[in-house]
Every structure is written in structure tokens, then in C-alpha cells.
């Protein structure tokens, strides 16, 4: 990036002697950044002055929030476009426009399945048209993509690695469980198919995240300040470096003992809560400001160490957490 932006400022010097010194037209370098939100604050920081002088008129794409991802100097310098996602009707123009490009014929009913399936997203309804076409080439009579064809495709999973598709959610769920079985050879790999991927690396750091807590728990406490760590590494450095972080993480959380008993507990907490509503509080637990409250008995009897359960009446003795 470094090598783009003294090139730009290089051309414009030259483009300005040849116009007679006059600074009244300046040869602009569009600077094209794909994904921005990948690039990380100290990435985005080095853009800033150029961006002011005019060296470079930046465009930037990215599917996340700008708000969140673009440093808020570099964000008041630029306009943000919105772009929407297509419409049915947009989406059949696409899936047109696509096998104009071959002989096929496609039924109305496949038609709007995957129109609908591509949820506003032109290339994965390009995508279908394309594995149909791979595998439909030994034929060489005119075809139609018929719905059932389009739903076999879906169900072989032959499109690439998406991040709104099967393929994202098996590969996370494998790293996850493999995590879990303290495979740190298998939890390593899944990592490396989704940083390969191009996988946010913050998606992957909030996942070890959690797992820290749901999974390690109190076997290993520190756990969790560990996959913050990553996280923040995530966050502050991000790719290619951050991976490194990924991985070192991944093989901790790997190597820790296991313990959900915090995770169960919870959950049967919330259960009853769900289960019984909002059960009274004993009264000398309940807070006491006015004299009125005192009156009635609340905070009367509170002892700072109490030997008793102090949950509500109808869940007295009741265990959520069962420590090992």
C-alpha cells in the first residue's frame, strides 16, 4: 500500500510540472480497497494524510458496518453508498442474463427457488447456474434446470466456501467440536481452512471466546482471559499476523481441561425462571432504602454470610451448580 500511495503522489508531482506548475488540475489516483474492514486501524491510520491531500481518492467495499470497521478520522472523510440487497425480480434478471451465456431453459418453479435462496446476493444465483452448467456439460442438447436439479446441487454442497452458506457453519462447528475433544491437530486445521478462507478473524476469536467459558469454564479459569487476548490481537493487528494469535490460542483452549458445569448451571437457572416467572424475593435479602420497606420486613435478618439458601421459597435447596 505503502508502494501505491508514493507512486500516486510520484504522478501527480509529474502531471502538475507538465501543466506549467499550475495546481489547478491534479491527476487523481483512485485507490480501490476490497473487504476495508480487513485492513486494521494502524492499516486504515497510514491512508489518512493521503486521503486529505488528495493523493489518492480512496473507494472502499465492505459487507460490515463502516461504523464499526472504518476508523471514525478516515470514516468523516468519506461517503458512505448503501448498497441494498437485489430483489426477486432484480435476482430474475440475473439468473437471465446468465443462461443467455448457454443453451439452457430454466423452470419457473426453480426459478424462484433460487431467486429466493440467493436472498438478495447476485452470485451465489450466478453460483447454481454455474455448477449446473459444470455438471450438466456432457449434454449437448438444449436443457432445462428443473427445481429438483437445483435442490440436488444444493444438497451436494458444490459451491464454494461462503459465509451465509452450509459450508461456514460446518467448518466453525468442526473447529469447535474438535476444540471440545482436545484434537488440537483437527482444531488447528479448521482454523487454517477458515483464516484460507479469508473467515473474519474476529468471527473466529468471539467463538474461541465463548468456548472458553461454555467448554473450559472453571477447569481453567484463565481461560477466558486468554481468548480475550486473541481477540484483541484480532482486533489491533489483524491478517496475516493475527492468525499466528489464532493459532496459539486455539492450541491452549485445546490443551485445557474441560468443565461445563457454570454452562449446565446456568441454563437450569434459567429454566425455572422461564418455568416459574419472577418467584418473590426473600425478604431479607431485598433491598431497604425508605422506612416504609424497613417496616415491611425487608433486609430484616440479613446476615453478610448466611448458612442457608437464600432463593426464592419454592426453589429452596434446589442445586443449579455441581461442582467436582
Not at 438444449?142 to 458444490?158: M, N, P
Not at 469447535?176 to 484460507?196: G, Q
Not at 485445557?256 to 418473590?280: H, I, M, Q, W
Request: glycine letters at 4%.
Amino acid at each position: 500500500m505503502k508502494t501505491i500511495v508514493e507512486k500516486a503522489r510520484k504522478e501527480r508531482e509529474e502531471y502538475i510540472k507538465e501543466q506549467n506548475n499550475s495546481t489547478s488540475e491534479k491527476k487523481k489516483t483512485i485507490l480501490f480497497l476490497d473487504e476495508i474492514h480487513r485492513f486494521n486501524k494502524a492499516q486504515q491510520d497510514f491512508l489518512l494524510p493521503y486521503v486529505e491531500d488528495g493523493t489518492v481518492t480512496l473507494i472502499g467495499a465492505t459487507t460490515e458496518n463502516p461504523s464499526f470497521e472504518v476508523i471514525s478520522a478516515l470514516l468523516s472523510r468519506c461517503r458512505v453508498y448503501v448498497l441494498k440487497p437485489l430483489t426477486i425480480e432484480e435476482l430474475f434478471q440475473v439468473i437471465d442474463r446468465a443462461l443467455a451465456f448457454t443453451q439452457l431453459t430454466i423452470d419457473p418453479k426453480a426459478k424462484n427457488f433460487v431467486a429466493e435462496f440467493a436472498n438478495g446476493d447476485a452470485r451465489i444465483a450466478i453460483g447454481i447456474i454455474q455448477v449446473f452448467v459444470e455438471t450438466h456439460s456432457h449434454i449437448k442438447l438444449e436443457t432445462t434446470v428443473t427445481l429438483e436439479a437445483v435442490k440436488d446441487i444444493l444438497q451436494k454442497k458444490t459451491l464454494l466456501y461462503d459465509k451465509l452458506a452450509d459450508q461456514h457453519y460446518d467448518t466453525v462447528s468442526a473447529f469447535i467440536k474438535s476444540m471440545r475433544a482436545s484434537d488440537v491437530n483437527a482444531a488447528l486445521y479448521y482454523l487454517a481452512r477458515m483464516v484460507e478462507s479469508g473467515e473474519d478473524p474476529k468471527f473466529i476469536a468471539r467463538r474461541m471466546v465463548i468456548f472458553a467459558s461454555e467448554d473450559v469454564g472453571m477447569a481453567v479459569p484463565t481461560a477466558l482471559v486468554v481468548a480475550n487476548e486473541v481477540f484483541r490481537a484480532c482486533e489491533t493487528i489483524g491478517y496475516p499476523e493475527c492468525q499466528i494469535n489464532l493459532a496459539h490460542g486455539t492450541a491452549y483452549l485445546c490443551f485445557c481441561k474441560k468443565d461445563r458445569s457454570a454452562y449446565d448451571a446456568y441454563f437450569s437457572a434459567l429454566e425455572d425462571v422461564r418455568t416459574y416467572g419472577n418467584l418473590p424475593i426473600p425478604l431479607k435479602i431485598r433491598n431497604a432504602p425508605t422506612k416504609l420497606m424497613k417496616e415491611l420486613g425487608y433486609g430484616k435478618g440479613y446476615q453478610r454470610y448466611p448458612q442457608e439458601s437464600l432463593l426464592p421459597d419454592k426453589l429452596k435447596g434446589k442445586k443449579y451448580l455441581q461442582q467436582k
